[in-house]
């Protein structure tokens, strides 16, 4: 359990580890792929605030509407379609404070009372640690109306299971010095705050 500002959440262990000659693009487009299928259903749509191919293509491949919204114009074509999924990277370029609540806000109006956001926290950006982001995020999640609702750890490289805590602290910023990814990713999940899952 997660136990980050406020009520706790269930944490869970997604493996994204590719086989030998596997890259960085190649394990990301497993993740989105796994998150498309796992928050959205068949003939819904899925928005993404970033215009990704890899998220294009997820939901082609997996039979779900793909809507990008990378400007305010974009917000037209969803009023009447069903969006179980709205899909964002995170952190943001230098999101104002107020901004955050108000993404949060947008995505409560796209999303149905039943669908979820997903941020995908990039531990290559500064400031893309899970303790910082955590702090900032939910607070203003509660604000615009979203209620935090999981919490995601993405293994992308093989990693030795010890008998012993070998972390100094929760930091999504660990590299594996063999590839120089990250050894893991973050995913927040949030659902509509009084919705049916919130």
């Known amino acids: 359990m997660d136990l980050a500002d406020g009520p706790p959440v269930p944490i869970s ?56 919204v990378t400007q305010p114009a974009d917000l037209a074509d969803i009023d009447a379609v069903q969006v179980d999924l709205v899909v964002l990277r995170w952190p943001r370029p230098h999101p104002a404070a107020e901004a955050v609540a108000d993404l949060f806000r947008a995505f409560r ?5 039943d669908g979820f956001a997903v941020l ?20 203003e999640a509660r604000s615009g ?10 293994i992308t490289v ?5 008998g012993g805590n070998t972390a100094s602290e929760d930091d999504t910023t660990s590299g594996d010095t063999a590839t120089g990814r990250p050894v893991r990713v973050d995913v927040l999940v949030f659902v509509v705050a009084g919705g049916r899952r919130g």
Request: avoid cysteine; proline fraction near 7%; charged fraction near 25%.
């Open 13 to 68: 262990i997604w493996r994204a580890v590719g086989a030998d000659g596997d890259n960085a693009e190649t394990i990301h487009q497993r993740l989105v792929r796994r998150v498309v299928v796992t928050y959205s259903r068949r003939d819904a749509a899925v928005v993404d605030f970033d215009g990704d191919p890899r998220v294009r293509e997820a939901a082609a491949a997996t039979g779900r509407l793909y809507l990008p």
């Open 109 to 113: 109006l796209v999303v149905t009372p």
């Open 120 to 139: 995908v926290v990039d531990p290559t950006q500064d400031g893309g640690s899970y303790p910082e982001q955590s702090r900032r995020l939910i607070p």
């Open 145 to 154: 109306g979203m209620r935090y609702l999981q919490r995601i750890i993405v």
């Open 158 to 162: 093989p990693i030795a299971i010890t």
